[in-house]
C-alpha cells in the first residue's frame, strides 16, 4: 500500500495521550501502533513519512531496550522514514542513544504539543525535500541502464550507443581504467536486436598468452594436456549475441591473426580441431590503450584494428564529466547502504569539497570502492572526508596546474560546441577557430566526432 505524502505513524501504548495526539496532528493521516510488531507491520504497509516513537513500549514500558529494537527495524525496514524518539523526562542519555542509532530527532515528555508539532512539521518539509532532490538526480541519470551520467560530454557518449546500438557495426571502446568500459558495452547489447543472445565477456589482459586461443576459440578433446573433453570458447558461447573483448590492446600478435581471420570470415577453428564452426556475433572491443601509437610502433595489426574500429567511442575520464561525480557518489552510498545495513545519509561538506577536487585516476571504479569502504567503516550517518581517505584541505586536493586547467576549459569548450552544432564548420564558428584548428584541437584531446 502507498501512504499519502502526510502520513504519521505514532507508536505509542497509552490510549489517553493517543487521543490527545490524534486531536494535535488532525492535519496528518495519523495512524497507531501500540508495541513493536504492530508498529513494523503498520510500517512495511503504509511506508509513512514521519513515525513518531515511545521508547517505552510493551512489554518493557518501564525501560528503553523494546523501544530501541523497534527503531532499529524501522531504519532497516525504512531507511528514507523520520523517526522522532519520546523518552521520560530527563532522560538525556537514551535520547542521545537514539539519534546515535539513527533517529531523526527527539523529545522528552511531558508533552508539550505546540513545540512536539513543530518538531513534526519540520521532519516532514525535510522527508519532502530529500524526496524531491532523489527524484532530481533520477531525473539526471542517462537513458542507458545501469550508467549514470549527467553530464554533457557522457549524455553525448549515450547519444552515440544509443544511436550505433540497433546495428552490427563493430565498436570499439576507448577510455581509461575505470570509466565504464563494460557497462557501456552492456547498453550496447540490451539496446540491440541481439539482447536475447548473451552477452560473454572476455578480458584479453587477465589471461595468459599460452591460454588466451583457447578461452576465445574453444578445443577439441586432446587438442594439449588436460584437454579432457571437447570445449567451445567464448566466440561460439556468443552466437547470436555480444562478445566484448576488453583490453583488446594486450592481445598477443599471434592471435591477432586469428582474430582478424574470423571477423572476416565469420567462422572459427577450435584448438586441435580442423572443423570451420559459423558463427554470427557483434563484437564490441574496448582498451586503455592508443591503439593507432601501439599499431604504429608494430604491436598491434592495422588491419585487426581497422575491422574493429568501425565506430570509435571516447569515454571521458571522471575528472572530465561536470557534475557526475557528485552524482555518482550518492547513488553509490544509497547502494552500499542497502547492502551493508547502513544508515549513511550522504556527504558531509568537508567530503563534498574533496570528492569534487580530488583527480580520480581509477575513476569511477576507484569512487566506489571508496564510498563503499566508507559507508561500512563510517561512525556518523555522513561520510567525511577522512571516511574516503581524502584530505579536502591539501594543495594537491584544491589545485590544478595551469596547464591542467586550460586543458579541461578546452575540453568542455569542445563538448558544448559540437553538442550545440550541427557540423565542424558550425562548431568552429561557435569558437571563432578555423576548421583546421578546430580539428588539431580534438586530436589533442582525443575527441571523435560522431
Excluded at 120 to 139: G, T
Excluded at 297 to 323: K, Q, S, T, W
Amino acid at each position: 500500500m502507498s501512504a499519502p505524502d502526510n502520513t504519521l505513524l505514532i507508536v505509542e501504548d497509552d490510549p489517553g495521550l493517543c487521543k490527545q495526539l490524534r486531536w494535535a496532528f488532525d492535519k496528518y493521516e495519523v495512524q497507531f501502533a501500540g508495541d513493536r510488531d504492530s508498529a513494523i507491520a503498520q510500517l512495511r504497509r503504509l511506508r509513512p513519512a514521519v513515525v513518531l516513537q515511545d521508547l517505552g513500549l510493551p512489554p518493557d514500558a518501564e525501560g528503553v531496550e523494546e523501544g530501541m529494537r523497534a527503531l532499529s527495524e524501522i531504519l532497516v525496514n525504512a531507511p528514507d522514514t523520520k523517526v522522532i524518539v519520546v523518552t521520560g523526562n530527563g532522560d538525556e542519555q537514551s535520547a542521545v542513544r537514539a539519534v546515535g542509532s539513527g533517529a531523526w530527532d527527539f523529545y522528552h515528555k511531558p508533552v508539550d504539543m505546540a513545540v512536539l508539532d513543530l518538531i513534526v512539521s519540520r521532519a516532514f518539509h525535510i522527508w519532502r525535500l530529500e524526496r524531491q532532490n532523489q527524484e532530481l538526480l533520477q531525473a539526471r541519470q542517462s537513458p542507458l541502464e545501469g550508467l549514470i551520467a549527467g553530464s554533457p560530454a557522457m549524455l553525448r557518449v549515450c547519444r552515440v550507443i544509443e544511436k550505433v546500438a540497433d546495428t552490427n557495426a563493430s565498436v570499439l571502446l576507448l577510455g581509461e581504467t575505470g570509466t565504464g568500459k563494460e557497462v557501456l558495452a552492456r547498453s550496447l547489447h540490451q539496446l540491440s536486436a541481439r539482447k536475447d543472445g548473451r552477452f560473454v565477456a572476455i578480458n584479453c589482459a587477465a589471461i595468459p598468452d599460452n591460454l588466451l586461443e583457447s578461452e576465445l576459440f574453444g578445443y577439441e578433446k586432446g587438442a594439449f594436456t588436460g584437454a579432457t573433453k571437447r570445449t567451445p570458447g567464448k566466440i561460439e558461447l556468443a552466437d547470436r549475441g555480444t562478445l566484448f573483448l576488453d583490453e583488446i590492446g594486450d592481445m598477443p600478435q599471434a592471435l591477432q591473426a586469428k582474430l582478424l581471420r574470423f571477423l572476416q570470415e565469420r567462422k572459427v577453428e577450435r584448438v586441435g580441431g580442423r572443423e570451420e564452426i559459423p558463427v554470427d556475433v557483434r563484437v564490441v572491443c574496448a582498451t586503455h590503450q592508443d591503439l593507432n601509437a601501439v599499431a604504429d610502433e608494430r604491436g598491434f595489426r592495422n588491419d585487426l584494428y581497422f575491422r574493429i574500429a568501425e565506430i570509435v567511442v571516447n569515454i571521458p575520464p571522471l575528472r572530465e564529466r561536470e557534475g557526475d561525480v557528485l552524482l555518482l557518489a550518492r547513488a553509490f552510498i544509497n547502494r552500499a547502504a542497502g547492502q551493508h545495513g547502513r544508515q549513511i545519509k550522504g556527504l558531509a561538506q568537508d567530503a563534498v569539497e574533496a570528492v569534487q577536487n580530488y583527480r580520480w585516476p581509477g575513476n569511477v571504479r576507484e569512487l566506489e570502492n571508496k564510498v563503499s569502504g566508507a559507508v561500512i567503516l563510517a561512525e556518523n550517518k555522513l561520510l567525511t572526508a577522512r571516511d574516503l581517505g581524502l584530505d579536502a584541505n591539501s594543495e594537491e586536493a584544491q589545485m590544478l596546474t595551469l596547464r591542467e586547467a586550460r586543458n579541461q576549459a578546452e575540453r568542455r569548450a569542445l563538448d558544448r560546441a559540437i553538442g550545440a552544432a550541427g557540423n565542424i564548420s558550425q562548431a568552429a564558428e561557435l569558437l571563432g577557430i578555423s576548421r583546421p584548428t578546430l580539428y588539431d584541437l580534438l586530436h589533442k584531446h582525443h575527441i571523435q566526432v560522431p
